[in-house]
């Protein structure tokens, strides 16, 4: 497999992502859903979203090496959220380190929404590559 991003614009060194990724000789991709601060029952988290996203990036880490496939080669990773402000401010010491932990380069979207599931408050959902 052979990955190549692309930042045409000097700015974009700063936004923990890439403008756009290409994927080539590719062996699988994994398609992941949605992936949220639910325990191994079930539950949703009632937390803040700080440390929801401490278990949704748990649950994807999971998920993706459970899976046979590596966090490194995530290609893209979306974030939905309730909050951007509240994600910006009270989460990115924790986002930034897990994209930094596995050397993650992705393209990625950042949405704000009305709402997502239960007490839930931010989201990822990746596609990963190998």
């Known amino acids: 497999m052979e990955k190549r991003t692309i930042d045409p614009w000097a700015w974009g060194k700063n936004t923990n992502s890439a ?4 994927v080539k000789n590719v062996a699988g991709t ?3 859903s949605g992936q949220v601060a639910i325990d191994k029952n079930g539950v949703p988290s009632n937390a803040d ?3 929801q ?18 966090c ?15 994600f910006f ?10 994209l930094q932990k596995y050397g993650i380069q992705q393209a990625t979207t950042l949405l704000e929404v009305k709402g997502l ?5 931010v989201e990822l959902e990746a596609t990963v590559v190998k």
């Not at 401010?89 to 897990?98: A, E, G, K, L, S």
């Open 53 to 70: 996203l401490m278990q949704t990036i748990a649950n994807l880490e999971q998920l993706i090496l459970e899976s046979g496939y590596d």
């Open 30 to 32: 994994l398609y992941c």
């Open 19 to 22: 403008q756009a990724v290409e």
């Open 72 to 86: 490194k080669n995530i290609a893209r990773l979306n974030v939905y959220t309730t909050s951007t402000q509240d």
């Open 117 to 121: 599931f239960a007490t839930l408050t």
């Open 89 to 98: 401010t009270t989460c990115m010491d924790i986002y930034v380190p897990f």
């Open 49 to 51: 979203m700080r440390s």
